[in-house]
């Protein structure tokens, strides 16, 4: 009795938590008229998707998302290996100071300091710009602190070898290290990948330009301007939302190993 | 150690070569978490000093921002939503991320789909959680107003309402972040050793007593993190801004105006970027205060009883 009725009971609400999302996509996927009827569409229809997708600018919304997502986790990841590997395998004077120091700034999140950082991206010339949307979110100690994590339990020996093989720092961590890092940098894309598709509020704040759009900004920018044509806001909410269940489901265990690791410790 | 005795002579100038390696490899990173986060944290107990107009023009006003938060009602407002947010949304949170961990720890089939579906409101930003909400909680025509026509509450809106919108804006928080604590309640769970949970069970430990004194003691590392994480999740994350700029844009009234909502809008919408620079400042003490409090209770999670 006990064991059955527990995982019964995980199902039920598994479905409940996962059922707005299904009906939004099947709302998503209904006429017009229909859009507040309860339950199945009378019929199906694309027409929603396809007005958002070729009356308003949406693929280039999704396009600007894509180059700033790609390029934040592409140079991110490329950073903050090598930050990681000097703090976890490397003995210099200051480590522990620079550590906690880069540690502190995990206390900072971005609401906090989104007024002074507007004021040094317009200082830098960086507003309504792709370096303006890209830069100042490569930045991250997050990152930094779990390759570290994962950089101080790979065995010695192998930079040994390397060493004696007249390796010298560059080649340990390009040859050796990173290539023994595939798996966490991989967990890690995919959390940077969806934290960067999904951000709204640094976009909003640093851009003005229409063209510098990117999806979340496009599809919030619905409810002004589409109030009442949910039908529409929806099928542009879904638009946003498959990429990341994509990468999700693609994904899904790596997300979840990192996932796992940060709650760890 | 036995490194540096094999070769004795190359001691020094290794060191310093290291030494440079290191630093090289750390300033990228460094250099810009100084110039994206550490400089601008400074520059806000700077900038509230001043005066600052759309145009970048800074005046000088000493402590005026600070005394005019004396009497800013919507400030006070807005950390008291924040306050009742953070409280309850917190605790609710905790509770129900802890139960679905416990449910989804052991294995039954199907549990790769169940933990994924809690986990999926996660993936989906912020703004899309807001439409979504909106769109199943527009009055009297909405999914939900549908379902709960047949108890009454049809007619209820729970955006529209002030003294219901914030309920259900951390109803929203907690499906948004349940199936992220899940996870890290179920990593704490996965280092609880089995051996502990049988031997207390021959020991004649009922289930109550299992959980009551082998799991959670084991897991209060775990609890502390998910608490400190959710706390300033709440008080300046994301989810105070995103959220409720997308779902009710602070309203109705107010009711849902958290303080981070307050300093975008003073910044961004007034141009009062010295004010909103002192706001911050607030928000941040309050922050650290927060955070040492929870420290000094908790030991920094580690609980050593003995």
């Known amino acids: 009795m006990k064991i059955r009725f527990f995982p019964i009971l995980a199902h039920v609400l598994a479905i409940i938590a996962v059922a707005p999302l299904l009906w939004i996509l099947i709302s998503a996927l209904k006429p017009a008229e229909d859009v507040f009827n309860f339950g199945w569409p009378s019929t199906w229809t694309l027409d929603n998707l396809q007005y958002v997708l070729l009356k308003i600018p949406m693929p280039r919304f999704m396009l600007n998302s894509a180059i700033v997502a790609v390029t934040v986790t592409v140079i991110a990841l490329f950073f903050h290996s090598m930050a990681a590997y000097a703090l976890a395998r490397l003995r210099f004077p200051g480590r522990g100071i620079i550590f906690s120091g880069i540690m502190s700034t995990l206390l900072v999140s971005l609401p906090v300091i989104l007024v002074p950082l507007f004021l040094v991206a317009k200082q830098l010339g960086l507003l309504d710009s792709y370096a303006g949307l890209i830069v100042p979110s490569i930045f991250h100690a997050f990152g930094i602190f779990l390759l570290r994590q994962y950089y101080l339990n790979i065995p010695r020996e192998l930079e040994e070898a390397a060493d004696l093989d007249g390796c010298g720092y560059w080649r340990r961590y390009w040859s050796v290290i990173l290539p023994l890092s595939r798996p966490v940098l991989a967990s890690l894309s995919v959390l940077f990948f969806l934290a960067n598709w999904n951000a709204f509020l640094w976009p909003l704040t640093i851009t003005r330009n229409p063209d510098l759009r990117v999806i979340q900004l496009g599809?919030?920018?619905?409810?002004?301007?589409?109030?009442?044509?949910?039908?529409?806001?929806?099928?542009?909410?879904?638009?946003?939302?498959?990429?990341?269940?994509?990468?999700?489901?693609?994904?899904?265990?790596?997300?979840?190993?990192?996932?796992?690791?940060?709650?760890?410790? | 150690m036995a490194r540096t005795r094999a070769k004795p002579k190359a001691g020094m100038t290794r060191k310093r070569r290291e030494a440079l390696a290191a630093y090289a490899f750390l300033a990228p990173d460094t250099i810009g978490l100084l110039i994206f986060v550490a400089i601008p944290m400074v520059l806000a107990f700077g900038v509230a000093f001043f005066k600052v107009d759309g145009f970048g023009n800074y005046q000088y006003v000493g402590l005026a921002n600070y005394k005019l938060m004396a009497g800013d009602d919507q400030l006070w407002a807005s950390l008291k939503v924040t306050a009742i947010y953070v409280v309850t949304f917190v605790p609710i949170a905790f509770v129900v991320s802890f139960a679905l961990a416990m449910l989804v720890r052991n294995h039954f089939k199907g549990i790769g789909w169940v933990r994924s579906a809690f986990f999926l409101p996660n993936v989906v930003s912020l703004v899309v959680v807001g439409l979504i909400w909106q769109f199943l909680l527009v009055d009297k025509r909405g999914a939900l107003s549908k379902i709960l026509a047949p108890v009454g509450l049809g007619d209820v809106s729970f955006l529209g309402t002030p003294s219901l919108a914030l309920g259900t804006y951390v109803v929203i928080s907690v499906w948004f972040l349940m199936g992220y604590q899940m996870l890290v309640f179920l990593a704490g769970l996965k280092d609880v050793p089995k051996e502990l949970e049988d031997a207390a069970q021959i020991d004649g430990a009922g289930s109550w007593q299992r959980f009551r004194y082998v799991i959670w003691p084991l897991l209060r590392p775990t609890s502390f993190f998910v608490v400190v994480n959710s706390t300033i999740g709440a008080v300046t994350g994301l989810q105070a801004f995103d959220l409720v700029f997308v779902l009710t844009k602070g309203g109705p009234a107010r009711a849902t105006s958290t303080v981070v909502l307050y300093i975008y809008e003073q910044a961004f919408t007034f141009n009062n970027m010295g004010y909103a620079a002192a706001l911050t400042t607030v928000v941040v003490a309050i922050l650290v205060v927060c955070t040492g409090l929870m420290f000094g209770f908790t030991r920094g999670g580690r609980f050593d009883e003995n």
Do not use: H
């Open chain 1, 219 to 265: 599809v919030s920018g619905m409810q002004g301007q589409y109030a009442s044509a949910w039908n529409l806001i929806l099928a542009a909410a879904v638009i946003a939302a498959v990429p990341t269940v994509v990468v999700f489901v693609a994904g899904q265990r790596r997300l979840v190993d990192a996932m796992k690791t940060t709650g760890l410790k």
